[in-house]
């Protein structure tokens, strides 16, 4: 762990997105308690500037934005993960198992990816978000189970260049299973390429998920920045000169996640890439 960290911070880049995103969860662990979410409504307060009181300012009810924000993150940064985690994890498998078994089994799987990629991800989770009443957990487990496609069809790929390697073909000269070939042969030498597109895979669901409820595609169940978003424009605030940090504000906490999560990214290609270290 010592030494993995010590890889990361190498970088510039990949400290400073370790920074930024241990920032998020801390925010998220202890934000709430530190700054509770504001529900009483002041209109004397309506589109205050930022002050000591108000950081962020307020919003069109005159309350505070900066608990918002800190509230909000923690529902945003849930389904990031969970949708990331499934994402990635049902690409491993598949796209693993696609090139390292070829045959009538890569066949099949490759041609379902195929129809899958066909299909407009982002509409049909509109649609199914609209019919479907989906809490943080089920409408990240929905962004995962149709984002994986893509990734899956890049992992077979890594997988048919590694099995070529002169360590697979011993290992099948030793008789090892198609299991321990998988999981202790390859995986190591995917981690790199896996650990890449979970941060690549947060940045889309966070994408998704603030995308439909700024839509109002998915229930108002918690307080996140999408709803902030949403609630900004339905009740006209972009027509207030006064109302620009309200609507700023989750933007640029949003943008910040991201941008954490890219420069995290770089770090952990260094560490998993030896000639990058180079």
Not at 140 to 150: D, E, K, M, Q, T
Request: glycine content about 8%; charged content about 15%; some cysteine.
């Amino acid at each position: 762990m010592t030494s993995s960290f010590k890889l990361i911070s190498a970088s510039r880049a990949g400290l400073a997105g370790f920074a930024i995103l241990a920032f998020y969860i801390v925010m998220t662990i202890i934000g709430p308690i530190l700054r509770p979410l504001d529900t009483i409504p002041k209109p004397h307060k309506m589109y205050l500037p930022p002050s000591w009181e108000h950081p962020l300012g307020t919003d069109n009810e005159g309350r505070d934005i900066l608990s918002e924000v800190v509230c909000g993150a923690s529902s945003v940064l849930y389904v990031a993960f969970l949708a990331a985690a499934t994402t990635v994890l049902i690409a491993t498998l598949l796209g693993s198992l696609a090139g390292f078994k070829g045959g009538i089994i890569d066949s099949c799987m490759m041609s379902i990816v195929d129809i899958l990629l066909t299909i407009p991800q982002f509409p049909l989770m509109a649609i199914l978000s609209g019919i479907m009443r989906l809490d943080d957990s089920s409408l990240a487990l929905l962004i995962g189970l149709l984002s994986w496609p893509a990734l899956a069809r890049a992992i077979r790929s890594q997988v048919l260049s590694l099995k070529e390697r002169d360590f697979i073909e011993a290992a099948k000269a030793l008789g090892l299973g198609a299991g321990h070939i998988v999981l202790v042969e390859l995986m190591p030498n995917l981690m790199p390429y896996v650990a890449v597109n979970f941060a690549f895979a947060m940045i889309s669901a966070v994408y998704t998920q603030v995308g439909l409820v700024f839509l109002g595609l998915v229930p108002f169940r918690s307080y996140n920045w999408g709803v902030m978003i949403n609630l900004a424009w339905v009740r006209g605030a972009i027509y207030y000169r006064n109302s620009v940090y309200y609507i700023l504000s989750p933007i640029m906490a949003i943008v910040g996640f991201e941008l954490g999560a890219i420069m995290l990214a770089r770090g952990l290609e260094l560490l998993f890439n030896p000639r990058l270290r180079e």
